[in-house]
């Protein structure tokens, strides 16, 4: 992020835990977020679809657990509820918060592989527009 401090790069994708300082302190100018929604923190910054860009994919970032295949159902919905709880707890939405994370938690595992999946369908077709190719 230095280069872009110093003028150096004139335009950077970056999470907003590591810009806040700068943009609070106006060294960076914010064009928008890429959530869904307003950053409660910054509620006069755009999103990216108020900025006039595509609706045709999401870019921001997410987290999620993951288990192996086959992994029996009751298992997995115990491991969902647990995580679900764990998440919900008030200490935890203060972290996310300290950390410009806006909270969304699935209500299901079924409901976390569709998003899932609907990511890759979303990354598939950036990199079919761009023509990307990966070099091994």
């Given at each position: 992020?230095?280069?872009?401090?110093?003028?150096?790069?004139?335009?950077?994708?970056?999470?907003?835990?590591?810009?806040?300082?700068?943009?609070?302190?106006?060294?960076?100018?914010?064009?928008?977020?890429?959530?869904?929604?307003r950053s409660p923190e910054?509620?006069?910054?755009?999103t990216h679809r108020e900025?006039?860009?595509?609706?045709?994919?999401?870019?921001?970032?997410?987290?999620?657990?993951?288990?192996?295949?086959?992994?029996?159902?009751?298992?997995?919905?115990?491991?969902?509820?647990?995580?679900?709880?764990?998440?919900?707890?008030?200490?935890?939405?203060?972290?996310?918060?300290?950390?410009?994370?806006?909270?969304?938690?699935?209500?299901?595992?079924?409901?976390?592989?569709?998003?899932?999946?609907?990511?890759?369908?979303?990354?598939?077709?950036?990199?079919?527009?761009?023509?990307?190719?990966?070099?091994?």
């Amino acid at each position: 992020m230095q280069l872009l401090y110093e003028g150096s790069v004139h335009y950077a994708y970056a999470p907003a835990v590591s810009m806040v300082g700068p943009m609070r302190d106006g060294k960076v100018r914010t064009l928008f977020v890429t959530g869904p929604t307003r950053s409660p923190e910054f509620p006069d910054v755009p999103t990216h679809r108020e900025a006039g860009l595509s609706d045709d994919y999401d870019i921001n970032a997410w987290v999620g657990l993951f288990a192996p295949p086959g992994l029996r159902a009751d298992v997995l919905k115990t491991v969902h509820a647990t995580f679900t709880a764990a998440v919900n707890r008030p200490e935890i939405g203060d972290r996310y918060k300290k950390l410009f994370m806006q909270q969304r938690v699935s209500a299901s595992p079924a409901e976390f592989k569709k998003y899932v999946d609907s990511r890759i369908d979303d990354y598939r077709l950036i990199v079919e527009q761009a023509k990307l190719k990966v070099d091994e």
